[in-house]
C-alpha cells in the first residue's frame, strides 16, 4: 500500500530542539519530492518546504527559510523536519505530503499528521 | 512572499452551485490545485493542474482558470461537501509552493 505514515505527537518545550519523521513505503522514495505542511490550531495549511530525496535537493518558502531543516535518509525511506530551537509559535499539526509524479506542486498523498506542542 | 487570495467563506443551498475563487498574480503561469480538507482529517486533492479530476472525486468537482483568477466549481452540492477547500500554487518561478487562505463552505 502506498502511504506516509508520521512519527507520533510530541510535547516539547521552548528552546529544546525536535526533529519528526516521514515513512515512505509502496512507492520509491528517491523518485518523487517530498514537501511539509503546517496547520496551526484553527487555522489554514501553510507551505513550508520540499525536498527531492534523489540529490536532496531542498526548497523553502521564504517565511520558513531558516526555521527549519527538511532532510531524507533514502536507506530508510523516511524524510524529517528539524527544529534547533522550538518557540511557541511551532505549536501545530504538521503533516507530509508527496505530489505527483514527475511535479514539484501538488500534493496527492498525504500522511496522517503529527501534532507538536511547545509549552513551558 | 507571494499570495493566494480566497474568500473566508461561502454558502449555498444542496442541488445548487458553489465557486469558489483564488487569486494570485503567477496563476497564469503556474498550475493551481485545490484540496478539500473536512474537519479532523487530512487534506484531499480535488482537482490538479487547474482543471484535472483524480481518480475517485465525483464529476460534480471542477476547476477553471481566466488570467489571474481560479475557480473551483462544485455542481450540485452535497451535504457532503461542508469542509474547508485550499487552492495552491507556487510562486512564478516555481521554486517555492503557497496556499490560499481557505475557504470554509457551508451547506445550508
Known amino acids: 500500500e502506498v502511504q506516509l505514515v508520521q512519527s507520533g505527537a510530541e510535547v516539547k518545550k521552548p528552546g529544546e530542539s525536535l526533529k519528526i519523521s516521514c515513512k515512505v513505503s509502496?512507492?520509491?522514495?528517491?523518485?518523487?519530492?517530498l514537501g511539509w505542511v503546517r496547520q496551526m490550531p484553527g487555522k489554514g495549511l501553510e507551505w513550508m518546504g520540499i525536498?527531492?530525496?534523489?540529490?536532496?535537493?531542498?526548497r523553502y518558502s521564504p517565511s520558513f527559510q531558516g526555521q527549519v531543516t527538511i532532510s531524507a535518509d533514502k536507506s530508510i525511506s523516511t524524510a524529517y523536519l528539524q527544529w534547533s530551537s522550538l518557540k511557541a509559535s511551532d505549536t501545530a499539526l504538521y503533516y507530509c505530503a508527496r505530489p505527483g509524479v514527475g511535479a514539484v506542486h501538488g500534493f496527492d498523498l498525504w500522511g496522517q499528521g503529527t501534532m507538536v506542542t511547545v509549552s513551558s | 512572499s507571494y499570495e493566494l487570495t480566497q474568500p473566508p467563506s461561502v454558502s449555498v443551498s444542496p442541488g445548487q452551485t458553489a465557486r469558489i475563487t483564488c487569486s494570485g498574480d503567477?496563476?497564469?503561469?503556474?498550475?493551481v490545485y485545490w484540496y478539500q480538507q473536512r474537519p479532523g482529517q487530512a487534506p484531499v486533492q480535488v482537482i490538479y493542474k487547474d482543471n484535472e479530476r483524480p481518480s475517485g472525486i465525483p464529476e460534480r468537482f471542477s476547476g477553471s482558470s481566466s488570467g489571474t483568477t481560479v475557480t473551483l466549481t462544485i455542481s450540485g452540492v452535497q451535504a457532503e461537501d461542508e469542509a474547508d477547500y485550499y487552492c495552491q500554487s507556487a510562486d512564478s518561478s516555481g521554486t517555492y509552493g503557497v496556499f490560499g487562505g481557505g475557504t470554509k463552505l457551508t451547506v445550508l
Open positions: 503567477a496563476l497564469p503561469k503556474q498550475y
Open positions: 509502496g512507492y520509491s522514495f528517491i523518485s518523487y519530492w
Open positions: 525536498i527531492y530525496p534523489a540529490d536532496s535537493d531542498t
